[in-house]
């Protein structure tokens, strides 16, 4: 279950300078269904609302991915105290899970993790070719103590991204 914020297209209001619609979606991405929908308070955000989006769906058994902005420690415990498992997006806004990322995961050290669970996906999208590899590693101390921060802590996922566009090369 994928839960993400989108503003509605034309509630902008330009003199405030901000959207006025907000809403946070719980999407099955198996069935392609909406299971759930709220719209964020005037004065809140996604961080907010999607704990209230949480109890309106049926988390047991499911994984729920969330961005980065939705990457918070009350959220992965909601979601593992109602037997289900998260995927969550590591910014800025996780200053010491981020830098277990930029400290272990950059480009030149992937290489060092070929034993673990690796994926490849080549798509084409308007005009560029874009090569997408995941690994996923067994999160353990070694990467630091999180596990009492971090409620059902296992993994730890890297996507990275290489694409050409016009033959020039790009990558993330």
Known sequence: ??????????????????????????????????????????????????????????????????????????????????????????????PSLHKVFTDNFSLGQLSDYSEYAYEEEEVRQRGRKVLRSYIVIPFTEAFGDFSAKWKGLKSLCIATTYQRKNGEPSGS
Not at 12 to 18: E, L, R, T
Not at 31 to 55: D, H, R
Not at 65 to 91: F, H, P, T
Request: proline share 1%; with cysteine.
């Open 1 to 94: 279950i994928a839960i993400d914020g989108k503003s509605l297209k034309g509630t902008y209001d330009h003199s405030k300078k901000k959207c006025l619609t907000h809403m946070v979606n719980a999407y099955s991405v198996d069935t392609g269904l909406v299971l759930g929908q709220l719209k964020t308070s005037s004065k809140s955000n996604e961080i907010t609302t999607i704990p209230e989006l949480l109890k309106l769906i049926k988390v047991k058994g499911r994984v729920i991915s969330v961005d980065a902005m939705g990457c918070q420690r009350s959220i992965a415990e909601l979601i593992v105290g109602r037997k289900g498992d998260y995927l969550m997006s590591v910014k800025d806004n996780q």
